[in-house]
């Protein structure tokens, strides 16, 4: 297990269209975060989870997002009916349960370019 | 409401010299802070948090409640410094990061 890994890398979708990203997590890791960061800004909480539970959600995420983790382990980020202004890195981030406060792991992102 | 503020989004300075890179905070609670770094072509990784106290690649950052700040410094800058520097606050129970909008740290030879 070499960190939190994101899937994909890059994704190019015209407006209008669903995309889903993929993050898995660090092993051991029980929380899991979604942030997303635009040119410019530092990275904005999106959702977290602890193990299958989503437990908080920030207004950033619309209707038109929604986050799994089903079994506790990996996370699903799915975007309806794109827009332009979903244009971003997509950042999944893990962190120990009893450790937080040591800060997150994060992935290395998923940029959404929509045209 | 929770705000982490870099007033400078460009930071250059030659190698040797000293660093600052400024932090200023509002969070109605006890707050935990935190600065990560984003080297070229890298993730973000976490750089130091103040509980700890510590001193990573010989940056340091005090949190200074009057102030409401946590500023990060080190005393001679290096060229492997360079990167992009982000000042972050936790909800008390660490279930987010408020991140501020980052300063690009430049090191000249």
Known sequence: ?115 | AQRVTQPEKLLSVFKGAPVELKCNYSYSGSPELFWYVQYSRQRLQLLLRHISRESIKGFTADLNKGETSFHLKKPFAQEEDSAMYYCALSSYNFNKFYFGSGTKLNVKP
Not at chain 1, 14 to 32: A, M, W, Y
């Open chain 1, 1 to 115: 297990d070499t960190g939190v890994s994101q899937d994909p890398r890059h994704k190019i979708t015209k407006r209008g269209q669903n995309v889903t990203f993929r993050c898995d997590p660090i092993s051991e890791h029980n929380r899991l975060y979604w942030y997303r960061q635009t040119l410019g800004q530092g990275p904005e909480f999106l959702t977290y989870f602890q193990n299958e539970a989503q437990l908080e959600k920030s207004r950033l995420l619309s209707d038109r997002f929604s986050a799994e983790r089903p079994k506790g382990s990996f996370s699903t980020l799915e975007i309806q009916r794109t827009e332009q202004g979903d244009s971003a890195m997509y950042l999944c981030a893990s962190s120990f349960p009893d450790k937080t406060n040591y800060g997150y792991t994060f992935g290395s992102g998923t940029r959404l370019t929509v045209v």
